[in-house]
């Protein structure tokens, strides 16, 4: 099963959980990212919004998500991302991976996450008071992603 | 051809979606990047550092010397940020 969703409405956790576990593996890896509220000298930040590339991006992601379940045979891969503005502590991405074994599925749902970061074309632009900005993509997330070969 | 630009580079551009009449000798996303700058002083400034651009042609990624020949469909944005 892959189940792919790109949203503006809040993640429900339980009920993506539910869906991923009725896939009848022995064992489900999830990760939830959150909205931080990073310190800065220029404040903290009170809005984030996420745009993406309609079409391109649901595409990116059942891709990211098949090769994930080619690679671990997995049950279940689901990536569900929310998009548009959200606040700090606000769910922005959730992925699950239900494979036979808790080794293919931890390591399948660090790849999801690892790779959606560097393969789905999402943007985030923070607020912080009066002022907002583009964030820039980081050097780290290019070298989590390489990890996990081409 | 369908343009779509994201992010800083739309905000750059001043529009998310454009419809150009390609020239045949414009045959790789670089090109297509070194074409569309001349069109207006916003786009050239939105393009001037190529290397801080990412493209999609018909919705697959590639690099910046993937063939735009034929396609339908190219989006130029900035690296991307999600997760």
């Given at each position: 099963m892959i189940r792919v969703l790109v949203s503006p409405a809040p993640i429900d956790v339980a009920e993506e959980l539910a869906a991923a576990e009725a896939a009848g593996a022995g064992a489900v890896a999830t990760f939830t990212g959150l909205v931080r509220a990073d310190e800065h000298a220029d404040g903290t930040v009170a809005v984030l919004e996420l745009e993406h590339y309609p079409g391109g991006t649901e595409r990116a992601l059942e891709k990211l998500a098949a090769e994930a379940t080619a690679r671990w045979s997995l049950a279940a891969a689901t990536i569900v991302h929310r998009v548009g503005p959200m606040r700090p502590g606000e769910r922005i991405v959730f992925v699950a991976a239900a494979a036979p074994h808790r080794d293919a599925a931890l390591d399948a749902c660090a790849f999801l996450i690892d790779r959606l970061k560097t393969d789905a074309p999402f943007w985030k632009r923070e607020t912080r008071g009066s002022s907002a900005s583009w964030v820039e993509a980081r050097d780290a997330d290019d070298a989590a992603a390489a990890r996990w070969g081409n | 051809m369908r343009i779509l630009y994201f992010a800083w580079v739309r905000e750059g551009v001043g529009t998310g979606e454009e419809e150009v009449d390609l020239?045949?000798?414009?045959?790789t996303v670089a090109a297509l990047i070194d074409w569309l700058a001349t069109r207006s002083p916003a786009h050239a400034a939105a393009f001037a550092?190529?290397?801080?651009l990412r493209a999609a042609v018909d919705q697959e990624f590639g690099p910046l010397d993937a063939s735009v020949v034929g396609a339908a469909e190219v989006a130029i944005f900035p690296p991307v940020t999600g997760g």
């Open positions: - | 020239p045949a000798t414009v045959t550092e190529p290397a801080r």
